[in-house]
Structures are given as C-alpha cells and as structure tokens.
C-alpha cells in the first residue's frame, strides 16, 4: 500500500504514544519533558517499541513524498532529537534539530521547555534557532498547544485522584479540547498538534484501562460482599457525571480561538530567551 502524508501523519502519532506509554523508556520529547514522570507510573507494562526506528523510517518514506512530506520529514527529526535530549546526547539532539527546522520545524516555544533551556547558550543552538520562521498566529497557536498538553496531563493526574475512592461502575473519560481547525500559515504547527494528540491518546487509553480496572472490581465485590454500600455507590455515580459533565464544558470552552489581528506574515521568531514555557 502506497504511503501518503495522512498514514505518515498516523504512523508518528502512533509512536509518539508508543513512546509516552513505554515506561521503559521513561522519557518524552522536550515539548512533552513534563510527561517523563507520569508515564513511569501511568501507563503500566512498556511497549519497548523501537520508536527511533520508526522515526528514520517515517523520514526516509515522507523524504520520497515530495515536498508535500516535508513537514513530515521535519517531525521525524524533531521526535528524534527528542529522544536524544532526554538521553542527555546533545550531538545527536543538534544534529537532528537542524535537520528538522531544514524541514521545517519551526515550534519555538517547544525549544524553551526545560531540558532545552542549558543548550541556550550553544551558538550552534542559538544559530539554528535563529533560522525558525513562523507568523503570530501560529505562534498563538503553539503557545496554546502546549498549555493543552499542561492540561491534559493536569486533568489526567486530578483525575487518578479523583476516581481512587469510587465505588460506582461507571467509567470516565478524560476531557479533552477539541483540536484547532484553522489552516496553519506554516506546517511546522501540524507537528505540534499530533504532539497534543499523541498526549490525548496515551492519557486516555491509561485512564481508560484504570476505569475498567475499577469498575469491574466494584461490580464483583458488589455481588459478593453483603456490606457493600450502595447507597454511597449511586452518589458517587452522581458526582462523578456531575463532574464529568463540568469537566467536559470546560474543555470544550477551551478551545483554541483565533486572535483578531494576528499577523499571518512569515517573520523570525521571538528572540531566544524573549518569554518563558507555558505554566
């Protein structure tokens, strides 16, 4: 079957989970560093996918796409010099970051996350990052890209809380934003958004798989222990639909909006240092 920018686009959000919910690996892209230690105790049995090889591979099938593929060329790289970074390999997360901004990546506000913040000071760093081109609305959009990723994982870590104690059956999916739908000035932001879904994807399936668990040791002990609370049972059910449905509303109402006014002219980025990582 003949490779096209929608199964490539698929296969990196594939890996991408693959690599959030391999706790061998325990590690994240430095767009996603915050993950690192969730993921260790979230996501269960590691995949131990071999998501750098992937990632080539995901390279050298987009390469032969055209320029049509290039901005997949560019998230390969930018998904392996991520997993240089986490490795502490700086050679190998340069070299890759350079190839991906060549290809177009262009998320400047992902190369102010923490882990990237010693490299400020490489010239060879701040020489690539002085290539990065995008306009404001775009880089309106990557700065809400990441504080949905901050939320997801927010709503993610207030949920295994929240669900601890339950004594209901049901099942809760975490609340998410729904994905923006303007057309990108540069394709850079496309990258950025299967970053958001991958995240999505990873938490719900672990949130999924904990709700189950849950759920199906509430229904049995219910059949089998006669002092079972009921009673408390059907109020948790209640609460926890009330609180889905509040948590759900707030999602929605985070949805991105475009900024009137927001220039759509290519220009540099922001200077190096200029703002912080969203919070």
Known sequence: MADT?????????????AHLTDSAAAAAPPRQDFLSSLASGLFGVPLRVDVAAGLQ?????????????????????????GLALTRG?????????????????????????????????DPRFRALYQRIRLTEADLDEFFWLHREIRNAVRDAQEATVDNIDRLDTGVSLLPQAPMPTREPDTPGVLITRIDLAATQTALQQAAVKAEFGRSSGNTALGLIDDTWDHSHARRDARHADDRDTRLRRAAEARAFTERPGAGTVVLAAPPLGSFSYPA
């Open 89 to 121: 390999q700086a050679e190998p997360f340069l070299f890759h970051l350079d190839a991906a901004v060549t290809a177009g990546y262009n998320d400047c506000v992902a190369l102010h996350a923490g882990p990237v913040l010693p490299l400020h000071q």
């Open 57 to 81: 591979d995901v390279i050298t099938r987009a390469a032969a796409l055209g320029p049509a593929g290039t901005w997949l060329v560019a998230a390969g790289h930018s998904g392996l010099a």
């Open 5 to 17: 920018v929608n199964s490539l686009a698929a296969r990196v959000h594939e890996l991408l989970v």
